[in-house]
């Protein structure tokens, strides 16, 4: 896996024998999966077919590292000997410590690793950085055979891992589940290909597309299926903007709690309000990190607050903080991936500077009338120049609809 360079950001059942024999639409064939404790054995699979399986095991292992490994990527591990047992899994725990190859090595206990296949999700380091290079560890762990959803985009990197364990006279298969891969670690590519991190944007609208009332409220347009699902995305950010109305009016905590998850980074874009020193976000600063984006010769409240860091920026000729200045800033403070929630003001500048990658839009079956738009302070300069999105996947969510969107001109994918 890549290369540690930045700092941290913030935070089968063993018995008798199991014969199961199951028809599996995805696959062409019989399989016969035989389990004696934590061991499975997998027959019937066309060997492709064992490439999908266990690299998709490989990805579930790699989100396990969310929230401790940016600005790392993450990164799972699966090693596979030739009759098809699992030797050991592993994943990228917690920045500056093993990659997922070594803890899945190690998750071997000394089991013979000769000959066995090892399914990673990014293309192994073949550098020394924070740790030693993982390829090398490959090939002295006598694998034989590599399968790697992704090439890892590092200068460092950038194929040179996969040079490395051809050349040792391993068989390297590429490109499984590439797109899976890419877009899990879309913050990580972001940073390699744009050098700024990845940006969504969560909302939640009526039908008639309003955010909330012209008095503020919006407590709540979706229901409490969608609102849950809303902290499974936070979870899957290393950090949440909002921007200072949205701290006075609706008091947030911005914390993970509907589900299981680590909270993210809190980012408060205020250049003039700052934080009231008794809201939420004020009295817990010793509890998630919370970061206030304001400008160079600005006080507003809040900014001697224990615990609150505050980084300034200059202001533009518009009077506000440059989008494009805070996402290439963010990777100082370890983070790869935002996700704004509001209000209008910072959704309409992220959208007029072109840097939205992503929204998440969730529609309630409610109707506001007059109220406010996510996007009414943004006036594209043309009409043929607006932004354009594609859609990605649209999910029932109680009684709402959550539609992904992705950039037209994203190099990603949700299909």
């Known amino acids: 896996m890549g290369q540690d360079e930045f700092p941290l950001c913030g935070n089968g059942q063993a018995g008798m024998p199991i014969l199961l024999k199951a028809w599996i639409p995805a696959f062409a064939g019989t399989t016969s999966i035989r389990q004696t404790g934590p061991e ?36 799972g591990a699966v090693i596979v000997s030739p009759d098809g047992k699992v030797l050991g899994e592993g994943y990228h725990h917690k920045y500056g410590e093993s990659h997922a190859e070594v803890e899945a090595i190690k998750a071997c206990g000394g089991a013979d690793t000769n ?44 194929g040179c891992g996969i040079s490395d364990v051809r050349s040792a006279g391993l068989e390297v298969v590429s490109g499984v589940l590439e797109k899976e891969a890419r877009y899990m670690n879309r913050g990580y590519f972001t940073l390699r290909e744009k050098n700024r991190a990845w940006c969504s944007a969560k909302i939640a609208l009526s039908i008639d597309g309003k955010m909330a009332n012209l008095d ?32 006075w009016n609706d008091n947030p ?18 250049p003039h309000r700052g934080i009231p020193v008794d809201s ?39 009077g506000r903080i440059d989008p494009v200045d805070i996402l290439k800033t963010l990777p100082q403070y370890g983070i790869l991936s935002v996700m704004i929630e509001g209000g209008s003001y910072v959704l309409s500048s992220f959208m007029d500077a072109g840097v939205i990658d992503e929204l998440a839009i969730g529609t309630a079956p409610s109707v ?13 300069v043309t009409w043929e120049k607006r932004p354009r999105f594609r859609e990605g996947i649209v999910r029932k969510s109680g009684t709402d609809f959550i539609t992904t969107y992705l950039r037209e001109d994203s190099s990603f994918s949700l299909d």
């Open 40 to 75: 499975i054995q997998i027959e019937g699979f066309l060997p492709e077919q064992t490439d999908i399986k266990f690299m998709r095991r490989a990805l579930e292992l790699a989100l396990q590292g969310r929230g401790s490994v940016s600005p790392n990527p993450r990164v």
């Open 280 to 318: 939420k976000i004020g009295t817990s600063l010793n509890d998630v990190p919370t970061v206030l984006f304001t400008s160079d010769d600005a006080t507003p409240e809040g900014l001697d607050l224990p615990g609150l860091k505050v980084h300034r920026f200059q202001m533009d000729k518009n």
């Open 216 to 247: 503020g409220e919006s407590k709540w347009i979706t229901g409490p299926e969608a609102r849950k699902y809303a902290h499974t995305l936070r979870a899957d950010h290393d950090a949440i903007m909002v921007g200072g109305s949205t701290v």
């Open 115 to 158: 000959g066995a296949t090892i399914y990673v999700t990014l293309e192994p380091c073949c550098h020394r950085g924070k740790t030693p290079p993982c390829s090398q560890a490959v090939i002295k762990a006598g694998i034989k055979r590599i399968v790697i959803a992704s090439d890892d985009p590092n200068p460092k990197v950038n």
């Open 368 to 380: 506001v009338g007059t109220g406010v738009s996510p996007f009414d302070k943004f006036d594209p």
């Open 253 to 270: 905590e911005l914390t993970v709690r509907s589900v299981e998850g680590p909270d993210p980074v809190r980012l408060v874009l205020a």
